[in-house]
């Protein structure tokens, strides 16, 4: 049941705004109509309950599915399931909120461990998780107190100085993750902690065991949708270590706990995690006894789902839906994901002493004419219905339909339009000189362009882009290199590999649509390095006291979006479905955003998985 949130007027306000932002969300995603049709039988409830979309030309619609999985059957008591990570690649094993950066090592987190809040449908903070807060009248203080049961899984409570612990780690110049920057430069006192001039952060306050006070430089829209850090770090395992030596310490990589529904009995380093139910999780002890969860090859997912290897995944890839959709022992369910393909340029590197982006004037893709050019010359919307059959589709700005409060829908970013590219190219100097262009200094112009290995499409999708720039007269070369080692090459741990001039990536968008933590001045995971003034006010609009009114909000991000769309430094192409398949004994299952379903209500109706007929 949901709880109301003790307020006075400035929050009041600022729920008002978020209550609109609900009837404006609920109003665009309400796309059924009813109509008049015979009552199905049992039977046919079950079969049309998992039936897969039906595809009109070989398309499908990720409106045309459900995020919730259809129960067949009853609950049998324990049981144990497997989960399958699709990855071509181990995952990193970084297994601790305040150090990971791979989307892969998240979802092995996901299982043991969690944020002490919660969120709603609309990404709003709610007060049904491990902590409830308040806020003070000036909408700058909040008071959060973790419930009585919360543990850590060694036993000890999860405590107030934990959460303080988290923010000192995360502050320290000796912090080797990537999580700092402008959400923690907003608590009082950080800057100062940060840069050595005090010993402790200002802002925060251990009122009890249970009790900690957080006071923020500003007040924003943002802190109730993301901007909060929500991730203890347990003190009595960490406190005592080199805060430089702890994300590869053993208690991070081999041994690592949490406060979630399941605990960490063993791991196979990037290829396998054992987990068994964790009898002292607070919302109750998990249904099932254990979940084994193992890094699957793209190219064999099919068959480990056929013969019931595996009950679920993270994510199926969406070019092998139609030949499976038929699949008789799961259910695919799905979602518009919260994410974006995109093809990024480098601009210049990442500053380490000054933790900021330094933009290079003499960039080789400095020119916004070549980078709107390579735009134009890409048929995103043929690449969605030809390699993805519908399932991902045209991108036009970098704030997501995942958001459609904020996503720009009436932006059309740069149509294609490979004749316009010839001309832009044309007019900005870049002459042919037989079968490719030269710079317009008459030098040779040659671009590397790195993408990541994956499903069997991965690099028949980077040819494509290549081939399309060489009908523009780009030389352009292709190099595919796996997850972890792309990441490493453009720039995570702050060494831009001075290689790599164009690359495609990939985003998992956060709740917040503020777009600071991967486009901002000192966010490294800006990995263009790009920088502007305009970038910078605009960035800061979005989270300034104006921002609370939903309106001048959205209109500061439709400018944002209007501003990447014509300074490209980074171009999206694809919006994602999340299509997910499901053994038919699981029950209990959703990706739906702000679901009341939790981990812990996961259970099985039968002792083995489905087989495929």
Excluded at 156 to 180: S, T
Excluded at 227 to 242: N, V
Excluded at 342 to 369: E, H, R, S, T
């Amino acid at each position: 049941m949901r709880k109301p949130i003790r307020t006075k007027s400035l929050l009041f306000a600022l729920m008002l705004v978020l209550l609109m932002l609900v009837a404006a969300c609920s109003s665009n995603n309400n796309k059924e109509t009813a109509e008049p049709t015979a009552a199905p039988s049992a039977t046919e409830k079950a079969a049309e309950a998992t039936a897969a979309p039906e595809a009109e030309d070989g398309l499908y619609s990720i409106e045309d599915f459900k995020a919730d999985k259809t129960n067949q059957g009853e609950a049998i008591k324990g049981g144990t399931i497997t989960y399958g990570l699709v990855s071509d690649t181990p995952f990193e094993g970084t297994l601790n909120w305040n150090f990971y950066s791979g989307d892969p090592d998240s979802h092995v987190l996901d299982w043991f461990d969690e944020g002490l809040l919660t969120w709603d449908a609309n990404y709003v903070y709610t007060n049904d998780g491990a902590a409830t807060y308040e806020v003070a009248e000036d909408g700058r203080t909040f008071t959060f107190t973790i419930r009585d049961n919360v543990n850590w899984q060694d036993g000890k409570p999860v405590k107030a100085e934990d959460w303080l612990f988290a923010h000192e780690v995360i502050g320290n110049p000796a912090y080797d993750g990537p999580r700092y920057g402008s959400d923690f430069t907003n608590i009082e006192g950080m800057d100062a902690y940060h840069a050595g001039k005090a010993k402790t952060i200002s802002g925060i306050k251990v009122l009890s065991d249970k009790k900690l006070q957080i006071t923020y430089v500003k007040s924003t829209p943002s802190l109730l949708t993301g901007s909060i850090w929500i991730y203890p770090l347990a003190k009595h395992i960490f406190g005592g270590m080199d805060v430089a030596k702890i994300s590869a310490s053993p208690e991070v990589r081999q041994k690592p706990i949490g406060f979630g529904p399941f605990k960490v009995e063993s791991i196979v380093p990037g290829e396998s995690v054992v987990f068994v139910r964790n009898d002292d999780y607070w919302r109750g002890a998990p249904v099932l006894d254990k979940v084994i969860l193992k890094v699957i090859n793209p190219t064999t997912i099919v068959q480990e789902l056929k013969t019931g290897g595996v009950d679920l995944v993270d994510a199926f890839p969406v070019d092998q839906y139609p030949d499976n959709a038929k699949m008789s022992n799961v259910e695919f369910i799905g979602t518009t994901d919260m994410a974006y393909t995109y093809i990024g340029f480098k601009l210049g590197k990442w500053d380490a002493a000054k933790k900021a982006v330094a933009p290079d004037p003499k960039a080789k893709m400095a020119d916004v004419n070549l980078r709107k050019a390579m735009w134009a010359a890409v048929d995103n919307d043929t690449v969605g219905k030809k390699f993805y059959n519908g399932l991902r589709w045209n991108a036009t700005t970098l704030i997501p339909p995942s958001h459609p409060e904020y996503h720009d829908n009436d932006n059309p970013g740069v149509p294609f339009d490979p004749e316009a590219a010839k001309k832009l190219l044309d007019d900005a100097g870049y002459k042919l000189n037989g079968e490719f262009r030269t710079k317009p200094d008459g030098s040779e112009l040659k671009i590397n362009f790195m993408s990541m290995t994956g499903s069997d499409i991965a690099e028949p999708l980077a040819q494509y882009y290549v081939q399309s720039w060489k009908a523009i007269g780009l030389n352009v070369t292709l190099e595919m290199v796996e997850f972890n080692t792309f990441y490493d090459r453009v720039g995570s741990n702050g060494e831009d590999d001075p290689t790599v001039d164009v690359y495609q990536g990939a985003w998992n968008v956060g709740n917040d649509v503020d777009p600071a933590g991967l486009y901002g001045r000192v966010a490294i995971y800006n990995f263009p390095r790009y920088a502007s003034e305009e970038n910078d006010r605009l960035i800061a609009e979005g989270v300034s006291e104006k921002a609370f009114d939903v309106e001048v909000r959205k209109d500061i991000y439709k400018q944002w979006q209007e501003l990447m769309v014509k300074e490209i430094p980074v171009f999206p192409t694809l919006y994602r479905a999340k299509v997910v398949p499901v053994n038919n004994r699981v029950l209990n299952y959703t990706i739906a955003q702000g679901s009341d379903i939790y981990l812990n209500q996961l259970a099985v109706s039968a002792d083995k998985a489905a087989v495929a007929e």
